[in-house]
Protein backbone atom coordinates (compact mmCIF):
# COMPACT_ATOMS: atom_id res chain seq x y z
CA UNK A 1 0.00 0.00 0.00
CA UNK A 2 1.32 3.23 -0.89
CA UNK A 3 2.53 5.54 1.48
CA UNK A 4 1.07 8.79 1.57
CA UNK A 5 3.79 11.79 2.53
CA UNK A 6 3.26 15.62 3.07
CA UNK A 7 5.25 16.22 0.17
CA UNK A 8 3.48 13.93 -1.48
CA UNK A 9 0.62 15.84 -0.38
CA UNK A 10 1.63 19.23 -1.26
CA UNK A 11 2.34 18.04 -4.95
CA UNK A 12 -1.14 16.66 -5.79
CA UNK A 13 -2.69 19.91 -4.38
CA UNK A 14 -0.42 21.84 -6.53
CA UNK A 15 -1.04 20.26 -9.47
CA UNK A 16 -4.75 19.75 -9.15
CA UNK A 17 -4.60 23.97 -8.67
CA UNK A 18 -2.29 24.36 -11.49
CA UNK A 19 -4.60 21.99 -13.64
CA UNK A 20 -8.10 24.28 -12.76
CA UNK A 21 -6.11 27.73 -13.27
CA UNK A 22 -5.04 26.51 -16.83
CA UNK A 23 -8.75 25.05 -17.58
CA UNK A 24 -9.40 28.51 -16.94
CA UNK A 25 -7.10 30.07 -19.36
CA UNK A 26 -8.04 27.73 -21.76
CA UNK A 27 -11.85 28.62 -21.61
CA UNK A 28 -10.39 32.26 -21.73
CA UNK A 29 -8.29 32.14 -24.79
CA UNK A 30 -11.27 30.52 -27.02
CA UNK A 31 -12.68 34.23 -26.15
CA UNK A 32 -9.76 35.49 -27.85
CA UNK A 33 -10.17 36.44 -31.41
CA UNK A 34 -6.73 36.03 -32.92
CA UNK A 35 -2.92 34.24 -31.71
CA UNK A 36 -1.49 37.69 -31.59
CA UNK A 37 -4.00 38.35 -29.03
CA UNK A 38 -3.57 34.85 -27.26
CA UNK A 39 -0.13 35.36 -27.08
CA UNK A 40 -0.27 38.48 -25.24
CA UNK A 41 -2.62 37.38 -22.68
CA UNK A 42 -0.58 34.72 -21.78
CA UNK A 43 2.63 36.57 -21.82
CA UNK A 44 0.76 39.36 -19.38
CA UNK A 45 -0.30 36.41 -17.38
CA UNK A 46 3.18 34.43 -17.26
CA UNK A 47 4.88 37.68 -15.98
CA UNK A 48 2.20 38.49 -13.13
CA UNK A 49 3.00 34.83 -11.83
CA UNK A 50 6.01 35.57 -11.93
CA UNK A 51 5.93 38.97 -9.87
CA UNK A 52 3.51 36.85 -7.47
CA UNK A 53 5.83 34.32 -7.19
CA UNK A 54 9.06 37.05 -6.21
CA UNK A 55 6.23 38.69 -3.84
CA UNK A 56 5.68 35.05 -2.33
CA UNK A 57 9.39 34.59 -2.24
CA UNK A 58 9.88 37.81 -0.18
CA UNK A 59 6.85 37.45 2.17
CA UNK A 60 8.26 33.68 3.11
CA UNK A 61 12.20 35.03 3.66
CA UNK A 62 10.67 37.56 5.84
CA UNK A 63 9.52 35.12 8.09
CA UNK A 64 5.61 35.44 7.31
CA UNK A 65 3.57 32.09 6.52
CA UNK A 66 2.03 31.92 2.92
CA UNK A 67 -1.18 33.19 2.86
CA UNK A 68 -3.09 30.84 1.09
CA UNK A 69 -1.27 27.94 2.17
CA UNK A 70 0.61 27.78 -1.11
CA UNK A 71 3.76 26.71 -1.48
CA UNK A 72 6.69 27.56 -4.11
CA UNK A 73 5.41 24.80 -6.02
CA UNK A 74 2.19 26.14 -6.95
CA UNK A 75 4.33 28.90 -8.23
CA UNK A 76 6.57 26.91 -10.48
CA UNK A 77 4.42 24.50 -11.88
CA UNK A 78 1.89 27.44 -12.89
CA UNK A 79 4.96 29.60 -14.19
CA UNK A 80 5.87 26.35 -16.16
CA UNK A 81 2.05 25.52 -17.42
CA UNK A 82 1.96 29.01 -19.15
CA UNK A 83 5.67 28.55 -20.92
CA UNK A 84 4.38 25.62 -22.41
CA UNK A 85 0.63 27.05 -23.64
CA UNK A 86 2.65 29.83 -24.71
CA UNK A 87 5.35 28.10 -26.67
CA UNK A 88 1.99 25.61 -27.96
CA UNK A 89 0.14 29.36 -29.56
CA UNK A 90 3.16 30.64 -30.82
CA UNK A 91 3.72 27.51 -32.68
CA UNK A 92 0.00 27.55 -33.96
CA UNK A 93 0.62 31.34 -35.06
CA UNK A 94 3.74 30.56 -36.85
CA UNK A 95 2.27 27.92 -38.67
Known sequence: MPTTTATTTATQEATDRTDRFMERCAEHLETL?????????????????????????????????SEFGETAWDYQLTICALDARLALEKQRAAA
Open 33 to 65: PTPAARIEWLSKQRARWIVLFERFAERIDSGRP
